[in-house]
């Protein structure tokens, strides 16, 4: 996910390219684009969720115009093209980015099983599936990429990844040069760096979508990936591969390893398997891994802000200890393994608070994250949840104090991963496990409130998004479902419900471009995403979160960036925001490994427990209960959201 890739993109399969497609058989998409046309019909385009919806919970589909139009009505036709419902007035809802004009559509109490279509406007909206299955499989499907992004043995290629070549130690004070086995985990995105941070990260959202919905997910792969029953559900054996990587991370008691290559990498476009990116040693012959020091660290003229352990040794902590609970039945060799890293990584955390930030190499960019109490707070409730110690509990809750709500929240923009994760998992888990008075976990509910209430409030558009659009912003959007499936699940309270749904809705396809975020679910997704495995290959990433859309402005001064094809969104990238299903594009259209992890959780969840749509709003009861200061006011009107709940 950081630039600098340069722009010899191949037209076409590598001859190593296509002797590995010959030797492997992994399915492959058709070469060329694909897919329904996204183009508008007359200038109106709606917009749908590509998965479909499920009956009993919230439906929405937004109307995109790109003229000014005032009113707008509309109906469902079924496939034999009867009306059956509508037509109804559809809710103006002003312009949002390309959509001179934005049209809310609730059919919510549409909840008969079938395909169906929307019309308005004289457009016609892709087939509409309403159905209880429309979320089945969907998180075993982003495991897919999990696999496919494997390093160490990787299941595609049937190959090892960087096996001999993991690594090399760096920018430590006295054991420079050592070398240490650290082959495996997960490469970060299309480049073939890999953090800490991120694959703790998502282990940990992997190993909470099993806790929390274990019917989410199948057994249809073995450890190694390649496929084959193997009695564990495929969502665990991913987890345990991101652990095994951290243990490897975490080799001793005073050495936190952060991250395995620099952007070095970014000279060079070539696969996994061949990789030539030279650090000095030859090309191909041994990547850096580096340690936290505390210090700000970069080998060259560019330096991150790095000042203590705490962001990354919270991460790990969290992941350990959450692992050596879900594994205690399976392994228990490795569940006490697990256990005894927990505490000791997080203790070096607590003695040297302050952010682990990754390190830039050749290029200026790097993870700059500033937060490091939220990670803290992580490790202590999850090690507090395995071994019922209260000064982890009482650790908890000092920590969720220092930092109530994630700090993008509300905000217009933020720095590359600057409140990483997007969502604190920790508010949560304090609030599950218990162990103190009645009022904290009530605080925990009314952090998350005040957070998802800050997203909110920037949400009046067609498309109730909230976020802003930096770099990742669907990563953004899954945190954001993320904790309002939390803090549905804490206070029964469905205030947000609209809002978790249209985020949901948007990464499957209810955006300007029509187009499913997600690789190879929903009928319009990206055919071209950066990634020279999927080009060079032909292979459709299945599962990839891409990036998602970023504001003009960043787009437009990110270095290296140029599309190779004419853009087929071109009239729905007129606005303040930009998306193009193109490899030239890695800020909106690279597939990223955390964000994915995360959806994943948020499927889980939709697969099993669905929202369902009901009149409840909060009451002046809940307010009490919940601590709301604004007691009385309904939420549902104030954000002109009171229908939403039907
Ligand atoms: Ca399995
Ligand atoms: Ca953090």
Redesign the pocket.
Known sequence: MLPGRPRRNARGPSRVGWLLLLAVGVSCSPPGRGGPTPQATSGVAIRINQLGYRPEAPKRAVVCALEPRVSATFAVVDERNRTVFGPSDAEAAGPFGPCAATFRLDFSTLRREGVYRIEALGASSLPVRIADDVYRGAADSLLAYLREQRSGYNPVFRDSVHQHSDGVLVDHPTRSGEFIPVAGGWADASDYLQYG?TTAHATTMLLLAYRDHPEAFADRFQTNGLPGANGVPDVLDEARWGLAWLLKMYPEDDLLLNQLGDDRDHAHWDLPVNDSSDYGWGPGVRRPVYPCTGKPQGLFENKNRSTGLA?TA??YAAAFALGAALFRERDSVLARRLAGRARAVYALGAAHPG?CQTAPARSPYFYE???????MELGAVELYGLAGERTYYDAALAYAAQEPVTPWMGQDTARHYQ???WHNNGHYEVWRVGGGPDSARRLMAQYYGRGLEAVVRRAHNGFRIGIPFIWCSNNLLASFATQAQFYRRMTGDSSYLEYEAAALDWLFGTNPWGVSMVIGLGTNYARTPHSVVAQQLHLQLTGGLVDGPVYRSIFEHLRGIRLLAADEYAPFNTGFIVYHDDVGDYSTNEPIMDGTANLAYVLAAWSVNPPRCSRRIRTAKDHYRYGDQRAGRSPGRRHGRGQGDR
């Open positions: 941070a962001s919270g991460k952010v994250e500033d937060n490091w109490v939220d990670d409140w990483y994760p």
